[in-house]
């Protein structure tokens, strides 16, 4: 487990900037302490100060995930963020979608967002930004990329795509044996 280099920082940052803004700052410098970002096996962790000096006593080979997996780097070295950082992403989200009862399944199922499941959609979110997937009760489901501005969203037909699927929780049951 080591520290991100400037390049790996810079991807991550740019990443979840996407989807948090310049919420960033708030996951690092918390309330309840500091926390930061460590690579193991390719992977980004997310995890506190204080649980980080207690997994630097533990062997590399031993350690299996010291903290939340927000992401993995691919072996072109692009940062793929993870269903696992749904969690400490949903609070801070700029641009928000809700789908209707009808359509949460077809996404859970890992299937794009089309006009006809759209409920709502945050104002001025604009096209390819990242965005939060809401139920209508407001529990966080996924996230994905606008394919169409909140603009667009009005006057599309009801078959076009208004969100592209990047993750949603689905996946803790289709990729159990994979995600750490």
Not at 74 to 79: A, G
Request: proline residues 4%; positive net charge; contains cysteine.
């Amino acid at each position: 487990m080591r520290p991100l280099t400037e390049a790996e920082t810079r991807a991550v940052f740019e990443k979840l900037s996407k989807y948090i803004g310049e919420n960033i700052q708030l996951l690092v410098d918390r309330p309840d302490g500091t926390y930061c970002f460590r690579l193991h096996r390719d992977r980004v962790y997310y995890l506190s100060e204080k649980l980080l000096k207690l997994a630097a006593s533990v062997p590399r080979d031993s350690l299996v995930a010291p903290g939340t997996c927000f992401g993995k780097f691919t072996k072109t070295q692009k940062f793929r963020l993870s269903v696992t950082a749904l969690d400490f992403l949903a609070p801070y989200a700029k641009y928000k979608v809700w789908v209707k009862p009808g359509s949460e399944q077809s996404f859970l199922y890992g299937n794009h967002v089309l006009k006809s499941g759209l409920g709502r959609i945050t104002e001025n979110t604009a096209q390819y930004q990242g965005v939060v997937v809401y139920s209508m009760a407001d529990v966080p489901l996924g996230f994905g990329v606008a394919a169409k501005s909140t603009q667009d969203c009005r006057k599309v037909d009801p078959l076009a795509i208004v969100v592209f699927h990047q993750a949603d929780v689905g996946e803790y049951v289709r990729n159990e044996d994979t995600l750490t």
